[in-house]
């Protein structure tokens, strides 16, 4: 199984960097975006997201005639949907709709003996809505679900795995779990990954692959949500959780994570919410994680009222008007730019509708702020330093680490401070 030509559907934080190494291994690569300026940016041979090395891959591949942006589907040997899969309404059920719009962009140039993957993290059972999409829409094509073996097209869900910030290493060298309809689909689907994986493609059904990829992420809520909650009853108890988590660390067998203000991503905040979306009535550990791991940013923010508040007494000649509040970070992880489903981002928001005095915002990998924010004040953090009253350290990016303010009180949600 050869495969001359990829399309990838998506070209976000994770279908650029994949479209990128496939593109690298010299096989032609169209992907394709609804952003125009996305695929503006990346036909000039750059990227409009934030992830080492990527930069260099991207310019190579486009050079050399391997990478180029769409805003139309074109035909190729195979297909990788790497969209979102937000939540709709306020109960976190799983919206596939842009699954559904990458199906209707695609099956127009569906040709006998393609292949078409689902990377998009998505709850149990989207891989089969996937195949029944595209099987409604092209009725001259047989698929899987019907044909088995003998189908025309191969569908498989093969989840990425990788940590933002080390995108590019991880693609290559970590394992890579393969949920095919059939047992013939995921050959095909291995055939294709490993043009360049380098770790063992592990082959499973489509059901167990998009388990999988929720079990991971929520295996990890469920920690984090351990630390946070134990952040909360040391505060409390007047103990020092940092201190109290190295102590118990010392233990062989426990391996306490680190609180923080939350937990975000398109992945840890989201993927277990599909496991509780299917079944409610038993998922009711992955549930409380989750609302635990909700419910800290607006324990972090209640301490921000109360440094205020402590700030006030001890300056009673001024107002809330005159003190100023400085956020640091607006990512989900340090060294990123990634804002997606941030709990930094949603204290910094919070802190400017309750506080009517100045906020001013630190996060040094960005350029620009989100509309939503834009009547704040992106500023570098030696001005925060000098400036601000209230100092709240919400992302433990490398450049905090190297300096702490020196007036001021400090709300420090990561411990580095």
Known sequence: MKFSSLSVIGLGYIGLPTAAVFASRKIK??????????????????????????????????????????????????????VPTPFKGDNHEPDLSYIQAACQAISPVLAKGNLVILESTSPVGA??????????????????????????????????????????????????????????????????YKTFVQGECVITNART??????TENSFRDVNIAFANELSMICDKLDINVWELIKLANRHPRVNILQPGPGVGGHCIAVDPWFIVSKTPEQARLIRTAREVNDSKPEWVINKVKIAIADFMQANPDKTTKDV??????????????????????????????????????????????????????????????????????????????????????????????
């Open 209 to 214: 692959a998009e388990m999988a990829k929720l």
């Open 324 to 417: 100023s509040v400085a956020c640091y970070g607006l990512a989900f992880k340090p060294d990123i730019d990634d804002l997606r489903e941030s709990p930094a981002l949603s204290i910094a928001q919070q802190i400017m509708t309750l506080h009517n005095g100045a906020v001013l915002l630190v996060e040094p990998n960005v350029q620009s702020l989100p509309a939503k924010l834009s009547s704040a004040e992106l500023v570098e953090f030696e001005t925060a330093f000098a400036q601000a009253d209230i100092h709240v350290l919400l992302v433990d990016h490398k450049a905090f680490k190297a300096a702490k303010p020196s007036h001021g009180i400090i709300v420090d949600s990561k411990g580095i401070w």
């Open 127 to 192: 891989t089969e809505q996937m195949a029944q999409w595209l099987a409604d829409a092209r009725p001259d094509l047989t698929f899987p679900q019907t044909h088995d073996e003998q189908s025309d097209i191969r569908i498989a869900h093969c989840p990425e795995r990788v940590l933002p910030g080390h995108v590019m290493r991880e693609l290559i060298e970590n394992d890579r779990v393969i949920g095919g309809i059939t047992a013939r689909c995921s050959d095909y689907a291995v055939a294709l």
């Open 29 to 82: 690569v169209i992907g394709v975006d609804v952003n125009q300026k996305a695929v503006d940016t990346i036909n000039q041979g750059k990227i409009h997201i934030v992830e080492p090395d990527l930069d260099i891959v991207v310019h190579a591949a486009v050079t050399e005639g391997f990478l180029k942006a769409t805003t139309v589907a074109e035909a190729a040997d195979a297909f990788i949907v790497a």
